[in-house]
């Protein structure tokens, strides 16, 4: 077999991340990292429930209980999260009752070349790992006018910039274990889940939304044109990231919830400058944390 080469968890030149060694598009390769997540974590059953942490939004993997803690530093072919908010942990344990994985921290694709099959590859770890359930959250710019900062708005559907542009994490792959290659995305966020959310969001007092999600490339953030574009076709919220992942997640066939954050209101003047900082992000997120936390778990404890 070409490419990753394990030995106890680890690559024998020591480079535990080995990202000129790890093929995304190789499923044997796939097969290995998985092994040697198994390796590593004494897994208690087989998680059926798996969650990305978006900006700030780490604190969900902290409400874990009995958590099994194994850094990305050791999965070899995971590469390293450089942005500040996400703490780069796998975290087994349970929630809301039931056994769960936990990505705290994601792969964007700014950070590893448009390499959006690399930056999907825990999803596809987790579908190995056994998750029937994949629950992805963000921080996004707020595109709609009847959103406010704090909100969390359930994503209903999502425009795929990147996918669009020919960086889809399909292009290239044709192996049919990793399952169709013509993925129908029609139903990618799956509406009895977002009944759910709503309810629990109801039922909790909870200040919920619901509607479009658009992922940009960045890391920069949009012009004001750009805002205007994306409110013009339909758009609710703006962000960097998921749109891969529920990708990949569908061609697994794994169903998805997904969320956002709105951690700052887009702005469509071009006249008025409005500075939007990272830093601001990860506040608002950190404001939000326990809210988030909560809300999760309660959609958890009543998944069947």
């Known amino acids: 077999m070409n490419g990753l080469h394990v030995q106890n968890g680890h690559l024998p030149n020591g480079n535990s991340h080995g990202l000129s060694m ?17 390796n590593q974590v004494d897994l208690k059953e087989t998680p059926s429930i798996g969650i990305i942490c978006g900006s700030g939004l780490g604190d969900i993997g902290d409400c874990i209980k009995e958590p099994q803690v194994l850094s990305y530093k050791k999965i070899p ?3 390293s999260t450089s942005v500040v908010g996400h703490k780069g942990n796998m975290i087994f344990g349970y ?11 994601r792969f964007h694709p700014y950070e590893h070349g448009m390499d959006l099959a690399l930056c999907a590859t825990p999803v596809r ?4 790992l056994g998750i029937k359930t994949l ?13 406010n900062y704090g909100d969390l708005m359930v994503i209903k559907d999502h425009i795929f910039m ?15 274990r990793f399952g169709p290659r013509f993925v129908s995305i029609h139903d990618a966020y799956d509406i009895n889940l977002r009944r759910l959310a709503l309810t629990v969001a109801q039922e909790e007092n909870i200040r919920i939304q619901e509607g479009i999600y658009v992922m940009c490339g ?21 962000g960097m990231s998921t749109c891969h992942e ?7 066939g794994i169903r998805v919830f997904g969320f956002s954050l709105i951690t700052n209101i887009a702005n469509t003047d071009a006249d008025n400058s409005v500075e939007v900082t990272h830093e601001e992000v990860l506040v608002a997120a950190k404001e939000a944390g326990f809210r988030a936390c909560s809300f999760v778990t309660k959609i958890i404890e009543r998944i069947e």
């Open 22 to 38: 790890f093929d995304p598009r190789d499923y044997d390769e796939l097969l290995q990292i998985t092994d040697v997540v198994r």
């Open 218 to 238: 960045g890391p920069q953030y949009e012009s004001p044109a750009e805002v205007m574009y994306f409110k013009t076709v339909g758009a609710d919220a703006l």
């Open 135 to 147: 629950i992805v959250s963000n921080a996004a710019g707020g595109v709609n006018p009847a959103f």
């Open 125 to 128: 770890v987790m579908h190995q």
């Open 95 to 105: 929630l809301g009752g039931k056994y769960v994985v936990c990505m705290q921290g």
């Open 77 to 79: 072919g995971f590469p």
């Open 246 to 252: 529920v990708t990949v997640a569908r061609q697994c």
């Open 162 to 176: 990147p996918g669009l542009c020919g960086f889809s994490p399909l292009v290239g792959i044709n192996d049919p």
